[in-house]
């Protein structure tokens, strides 16, 4: 008896840990930062190519290692809707048996009518504004700037954070050193956190087991 206990015990953990939500690691975001350029020395003329501010330039990030504003205007909404139905009537009748040249009734009938219903609707929606400032870690050669960075707030109820990386267009940036979101390809956004109001928000793993695909009702 006591053996059996332990095995289930065992399996509801086994499964406890089988259904819970993947945690995104509270790490930084893990890009290296490319090596600075070290500038090499004048030549005593008035234009010096590695300088960081000419006359003629403006203060957008072109290069590896600016700092760029991105703007969050992110929305999303999905709806699906799905319905099934489907039945099954079946019966069987036993013919009658001839004993002594005289049909005798059995009697004997089987029927069995199944059916089942279903409807499902799910409807999801999602907003993210803001701003991230991200550096800019690889210019390449068709001008493309690979951009990565991540803001931490640690706030008294815990701990959150938005991290961005992705692939913009030098030309989408505007004179303010500024990007939309929404010109970001490749975009990867997280937006989590953990604490006090992040763990209020999520199921326990009680609940997560008998809402899992483990229970067989």
Same mark, same amino acid.
């Given at each position: *008896?006591? /053996? ?5 015990? &065992? +399996?509801?953990l ?8 993947? @945690? /995104?690691?509270?790490?930084? !975001?893990?890009d290296? *930062?490319? !090596?600075?350029?070290? +500038? ?6 008035? =234009?010096? +190519? ?11 990030a ?8 991105v $703007? ?9 809707? /799905?319905?099934? @139905?489907?039945?099954k ?11 002594g $040249?005289k049909?005798?009734?059995t009697?004997?009938? =089987?029927? &069995?009518?199944?059916? #089942? ?9 999602? !907003?993210?504004?803001?701003?991230i400032?991200?550096v800019v ?10 951009i ?6 640690y706030?008294? @109820? ?17 004179t ?5 979101s @929404? ?9 989590? $956190?953990?604490?006090?109001?992040a763990?209020a928000?999520?199921? $326990?793993w009680?609940?997560?087991? #008998? ?7």
């Amino acid at each position: *008896m006591r /053996a059996a206990a332990v095995a289930l015990a &065992a +399996a509801v953990l086994s499964g406890c840990a089988a259904v819970s939500p993947p @945690q /995104a690691p509270l790490v930084p !975001a893990g890009d290296p *930062m490319p !090596a600075p350029v070290r +500038a090499r020395g004048q030549a005593g003329g008035v =234009f010096v +190519a590695d300088s960081a501010w000419t006359l003629h330039s403006d203060t957008r990030a072109f290069r590896v290692g600016d700092v760029l504003t991105v $703007g969050l205007d992110e929305t999303t909404q999905a709806s699906k809707t /799905a319905g099934t @139905q489907y039945g099954k009537e079946s019966s069987t009748t036993v013919s009658p048996l001839v004993v002594g $040249g005289k049909s005798q009734k059995t009697g004997v009938e =089987f029927g &069995a009518d199944r059916s #089942f219903k279903g409807n499902a609707t799910s409807t999801q929606q999602n !907003a993210l504004t803001g701003s991230i400032t991200v550096v800019v870690l690889e210019v390449l050669p068709n001008g493309l700037l690979r951009i990565s960075g991540e803001k931490s707030l640690y706030l008294n @109820q815990g701990e959150e954070f938005v991290r961005l990386a992705g692939y913009v267009r030098a030309g989408d940036i505007d004179t303010d050193n500024r990007v939309s979101s @929404q010109r970001v390809a490749n975009a990867r956004i997280v937006y989590s $956190g953990r604490g006090t109001l992040a763990d209020a928000n999520s199921a $326990g793993w009680l609940t997560r087991f #008998f809402n899992s695909p483990w229970m067989p009702f």
